[in-house]
């Protein structure tokens, strides 16, 4: 089966602009995560979706949001982009009960911010 | 709140030498994860541990949750070179829903 697709691999833009990234979890997964991934913070938690609804969200600004559509993918947005924010944003999906069995991410969306 | 610490940070390593990395967490878990990163790529799930003193094996890997489920290692016998990259352990944040409070990952490197 296909496994999570995340799109545009790769992004560049400038610092004020905002940048929208999407991702499909596999079929049948309907818990979508998102994380950043930085050098020195390594992998932190943005947000969980699960039917069209944010579970979790974790300590980013306000500038961070998502949203899930009923089809259970899912995009990630960041308006008034900051350097700081250049990172590799992974997705993942999962089953949503308690006892998955773990994430399956997908390749990422490198975001540089210049 | 809640952390999850790996260590060591780096390790390097002679092909067939042995390496274990360790995990700690601030709180108990109901379960750990650990996860593989290669160079460029994006983490790949290993294996879940769920029970209090549970040891798996995968091939040369061996996994074990301890007793009280606050830690965890990973011990690879043997390394490859195909065992370059980094390994995270992960939990369950406030062990709630699906969110992952992950380590900080250690890197292995593998002298050929």
């Known amino acids: 089966k296909a496994g999570v697709t995340q799109t545009p691999r790769y992004l560049i833009k400038t610092r004020g602009q905002q940048v929208t990234l999407s991702c499909s979890p596999i079929?049948?997964?309907?818990?979508v995560s998102w994380y950043q991934q930085t050098p020195g913070q390594g992998l932190q938690f943005l947000f969980e979706?699960?039917?069209?609804?944010?579970?979790n969200k974790g300590n980013f600004p306000g500038r961070f949001s998502g949203r899930q559509f009923s089809n259970s993918r899912s995009e990630m947005n960041v308006s008034t982009l900051e350097l700081g924010d250049s990172a590799l944003y992974l997705c993942?999906?999962?089953?949503?009960?308690?006892?998955?069995?773990?994430?399956?991410f997908g390749s990422g969306t490198r975001l540089t911010v210049v | 709140g809640q952390q999850v610490m790996q260590i060591p940070q780096y390790q390097h390593v002679q092909e067939g030498e042995d390496f274990t990395t360790y995990c700690n967490s601030s709180?108990?878990?109901?379960?750990i994860q650990w996860y593989k990163q290669r160079p460029g790529g994006h983490p790949v799930f290993l294996i879940q541990?769920?029970?209090?003193?549970e040891v798996k094996k995968q091939k040369r890997l061996t996994f074990q949750f301890g007793e009280a489920k606050k830690n965890s290692s990973l011990h690879i016998t043997a390394t490859q070179t195909t065992d370059v990259g980094t390994y995270f352990c992960?939990?369950?944040?406030?062990?709630?829903?699906?969110?992952?409070?992950f380590g900080g990952g250690t890197r292995l490197m593998v002298k050929p």
């Open positions: 993942a999906s999962s089953l949503p009960n308690r006892e998955s069995y773990g994430y399956t």
């Open positions: 079929s049948g997964h309907r818990s």
């Open positions: 979706y699960f039917s069209e609804t944010q579970r």
């Open positions: 709180t108990t878990l109901s379960n």
């Open positions: 541990l769920v029970k209090s003193g």
């Open positions: 992960a939990g369950p944040y406030n062990n709630a829903g699906n969110m992952l409070t």
